[in-house]
């Protein structure tokens, strides 16, 4: 069974940073492609980043491009997103899961997330 746990989630105040992480078990990690999702208050899940194999090609949002940077260590099944420049609208619960923007649906499989608090 995939095993996906987010963490480092928090309330930050607007222009902070804040790095989540995730880590991964029961797949072979540096196989597939992984994204973060995010859904914030009254709304439906949104993919914001992406990180292909190799962790040589990245793709982001509008809504977080510029700001939010993925990357993934292999050696320790982990997958990360920096954020910087936090603004209240990014206050949401943060999900890794398994799969690119154009999979992530059909692969069904993202961890419980962790909640970002923007907020002064």
């Known amino acids: 069974e995939v095993q996906m746990a987010e963490s480092g989630g928090g309330l930050v105040q607007p222009g902070g940073s804040l790095r989540l992480s995730c880590a991964a078990s029961?797949?072979?990690?540096?196989?597939?492609?992984l994204s973060w999702l995010r859904q914030g208050p009254g709304k439906g899940l949104e993919w914001i980043a992406e990180?292909?194999?190799?962790?040589?090609?990245?793709y982001y949002a509008d809504s977080v491009k510029g700001r939010f940077t993925i990357s993934r260590d292999d050696a320790k099944n982990t997958v990360y997103l920096q954020m910087s420049s936090l603004k209240p609208e990014d206050t949401a619960v943060y999900h890794c899961a398994l799969g690119s923007e154009a999979t992530w649906t059909l692969l069904g499989s993202w961890g419980q997330g962790t909640q970002v608090t923007v907020s002064s």
């Open positions: 990180v292909l194999t190799g962790s040589s090609n990245t």
């Open positions: 029961a797949f072979t990690f540096s196989n597939v492609a």
